[in-house]
């Protein structure tokens, strides 16, 4: 079965500093999901990858996806305290019917003022 | 227009009782998914429900079961509940089934198991 691998497993980051969370796959990934919960709460979807080297932005977050290592890296420019919470990878890797996701453990971040 | 709902919030029972879990999918969405998420194991696939029939099913017993309505909400029954059974149990629902189609999430029910 697949597994994801996230590091750090923890993040604490002074506000106002970049930071970079990464997700690594034991398998090949067909699809990868970042999401965002806060702790106790529902996940809050933040972006898709899914074609080797793809790149998508929102507001301040960037996610990447390096289908050849099997390995997306999702970073944050210019940390807010709303950034704070649990950053989770998700992976599909059915490739064709969606079949539940896979998810890492995910990466605790704490923005410090 | 309104995410995924879940009721109830909140549900306690007691080791051997039975709980009901109900998710209200994105209206539109025909698929729906189960995970739980329990302290220190992460967040684990569950059930996987499309145009009422379940489509997979992870590697949970089968006193974990659920099904999908007309409507496409969905049920998911625990039956026999034990104490690993606490977790937090989070619906998700997609478009269309199909790999590379979102997932998104409820806000959860966090059940407890005394």
């Known amino acids: 079965s697949q597994e994801l691998e996230q590091s750090p497993q923890s993040l604490i980051v002074q506000e106002g500093k970049n930071l970079t969370i990464n997700c690594t796959s034991s398998?090949?990934?067909?699809?990868l999901y970042w999401y965002k919960q806060k702790y106790g709460e529902g996940l809050i979807f933040l972006m898709m990858?899914?074609?080797?080297?793809e790149e998508k932005s929102h507001e301040k977050i960037t996610a990447k996806l390096d289908e050849k290592k099997q390995q997306s890296s999702l970073h944050i420019t210019a940390s807010q305290p709303s950034h704070a919470g649990i950053y989770l990878c998700?992976?599909?890797?059915?490739?064709?019917?969606?079949?539940?996701?896979?998810f890492g453990k995910g990466t605790h971040l704490i923005i410090q003022p | 227009e309104a995410g995924v709902t879940q009721s109830p919030t909140h549900l306690i029972k007691t080791r051997g009782q039975q709980a009901t879990l109900r998710c209200s999918p994105i209206s539109g969405h025909t698929s729906v998914y189960w995970y739980q998420q329990a302290l220190g194991l992460g967040l684990q696939f569950l059930l996987w429900y499309d145009e009422g029939e379940e489509r997979n099913r992870g590697n949970f017993p089968p006193r974990f079961s659920g099904r999908q309505f007309p409507n496409y909400s969905s049920e998911l029954n625990v039956n026999a509940l034990e104490l690993e059974d606490s977790a937090l149990y989070l619906c998700a629902s997609s478009l269309l089934g199909a790999s590379g189609d979102t997932q998104y999430f409820g806000p959860g029910t966090r059940l407890t198991v005394l």
């Open positions: 398998k090949t990934l067909y699809g």
């Open positions: 990858l899914q074609k080797g080297g």
């Open positions: 998700g992976a599909d890797s059915s490739g064709g019917d969606a079949d539940g996701l896979t």
